[in-house]
């Protein structure tokens, strides 16, 4: 059984920074590509970020891009989130997710996970 459990949420003031954490329990991690996504009040859940089993060249939407940063340590099965120059519409609930597969690439949709966080709360406000 594969379970994966965000932190690092909270509450942070516009252009402040956080950090995401996603600790993944189960199989080999290094095996896993990993996502990052958020869903707002009265949105769908939106892609963040796609890390790839390597962790080499990131991908990341538009909104993001030059502000958040994704990244794995394999050797602690972990994945993160780095966000910095945060805005009120970076508020949402952040899910981290997983798919195991052969294929060092990225994956943007959220179809194409198997595994999912139970999700953490990032509010930025002042």
């Known amino acids: 059984q594969v379970q994966l459990v965000e932190s690092g949420g909270g509450l942070v003031q516009p252009g402040g920074s956080l950090r995401l954490s996603c600790a993944v329990s189960g199989r080999t991690f290094s095996r896993y590509a990993m996502g990052w996504f958020r869903q707002a009040p009265g949105k769908e859940r939106e892609f963040v970020a796609a890390?790839?089993?390597?962790?080499?060249?990131?991908y990341y939407a538009d909104s993001v891009k030059g502000r958040f940063t994704g990244f794995r340590d394999n050797a602690k099965n972990t994945v993160y989130l780095q966000m910095s120059s945060l805005k009120p519409e970076d508020t949402a609930v952040y899910y981290c997710?997983?798919?195991?597969?052969?294929?060092?690439?990225?994956?943007?949709?959220?179809?194409?996970?198997?595994?999912w966080g139970q999700g953490t709360q990032v509010t930025v406000s002042s």
């Open positions: 890390i790839t089993r390597s962790g080499v060249s990131p």
């Open positions: 997710a997983a798919r195991e597969t052969d294929y060092n690439g990225p994956y943007v949709s959220d179809r194409m996970y198997h595994y």
